[in-house]
């Protein structure tokens, strides 16, 4: 937080098409900005957040204000290509550019993670393995992931929430490597480049229970193309228990029969890295106070 300012001002950085952002509406009630916004209102309660459409022809900030006016940029997940060449990839990697060379510390998750490989000069691809939908098992933090901030409180290896069908495939240079898995390799990163600094995870530390089954339902053909599945009713009776799990979290019947623990059913465990990142900006300002 800048040391003239107490009220942190927080910057959601959009990058879905209006057409996604009107599918995830219409499946779960709100786009993955609004999801950021619904979060930080809880996690950062009066701070002053603020939302960009980085991929949009007509994106803008509020008026007067640059990447540097914000104490943080948190990127939302996206169905954007990364690899694809089309101008809205080019504007979402030119806005994570501005970031970084405004040297606004930044946070992203899935697409937002990728975005900010690409423009510090790594590589993005299709998954090599599988989608990973639903939930990323049994994540591993490396070595220097388990001393890194990004990850504290969270155990030796854990579950969260995951949907995607693009990976990591070469982080820039520079950057650490700070959780995998066995189905992807780049569970999380630290990112510096220019400026600016950026810690990113692939999985949704920020979506609930509801969202996730939301994205199944969405991504079904998808899933039952990459043999996932059998067919739609498979995904539907899948995302079912996993909106009974939402509604019902204590419920051991269900978490037992999902396989999950409390990194993903309990809300505070599940935001671990998205509290981590507030608290490292709110270290930051008070060392900037003295």
């Given at each position: 937080?800048?040391?003239?300012?107490?009220?942190?001002?927080?910057?959601?950085?959009?990058?879905?098409?209006?057409?996604?952002?009107?599918?995830?509406?219409?499946?779960?009630?709100?786009?993955?900005?609004?999801?950021?916004?619904?979060?930080?209102?809880?996690?950062?309660?009066?701070?002053?957040?603020?939302?960009?459409?980085?991929?949009?022809?007509?994106?803008?900030?509020?008026?007067?204000?640059?990447?540097?006016?914000?104490?943080?940029?948190?990127?939302?997940?996206?169905?954007?290509?990364?690899?694809?060449?089309?101008?809205?990839?080019?504007?979402?990697?030119?806005?994570?550019?501005?970031?970084?060379?405004?040297?606004?510390?930044?946070?992203?998750?899935?697409?937002?993670?990728?975005v900010a490989t690409v423009a510090a000069g790594g590589s993005v691809r299709p998954n090599v393995r599988r989608p990973e939908a639903a939930f990323a098992r049994r994540i591993t933090p490396t070595e220097a992931g388990r001393a890194h901030p990004l990850l504290a409180g969270r155990p030796a290896a854990f579950d969260a929430p995951s949907i995607h069908t693009d990976e990591v495939e070469a982080l820039p240079p520079g950057a650490v490597l700070l959780a995998e898995n066995g189905l992807t390799t780049v569970q999380a990163a630290e990112i510096r480049f220019g400026?600016?600094?950026?810690?990113?995870?692939?999985?949704?530390?920020e979506i609930g229970l509801d969202e996730v089954a939301g994205a199944l339902r969405r991504q079904a053909d998808g899933l039952v193309e990459a043999g996932l599945a059998r067919d739609r009713a498979d995904i539907e009776g899948y995302a079912g228990q996993i909106d009974a799990l939402h509604r019902e979290p204590e419920r051991p019947d269900l978490a037992w029969r999902l396989g999950l623990d409390e990194q993903v059913t309990d809300e505070r465990r599940r935001l671990t890295e998205l509290r981590n990142f507030l608290e490292s900006l709110r270290r930051v300002a008070i060392r900037n106070l003295h």
């Open positions: 937080m800048a040391p003239d300012r107490q009220t942190p001002r927080l910057l959601v950085a959009e990058s879905e098409t209006p057409e996604a952002r009107d599918e995830r509406r219409a499946s779960v009630g709100r786009s993955s900005g609004e999801t950021y916004l619904d979060v930080l209102s809880r996690l950062a309660p009066g701070a002053v957040c603020d939302r960009v459409f980085p991929s949009d022809a007509d994106a803008a900030l509020p008026a007067g204000t640059s990447p540097a006016d914000y104490d943080a940029v948190l990127f939302s997940g996206s169905p954007l290509h990364l690899y694809d060449e089309t101008p809205e990839t080019r504007r979402a990697i030119a806005f994570m550019r501005a970031v970084f060379d405004a040297g606004t510390p930044s946070f992203g998750s899935c697409a937002g993670l990728q400026r600016g600094t950026f810690w990113g995870v692939q999985y949704h530390p």
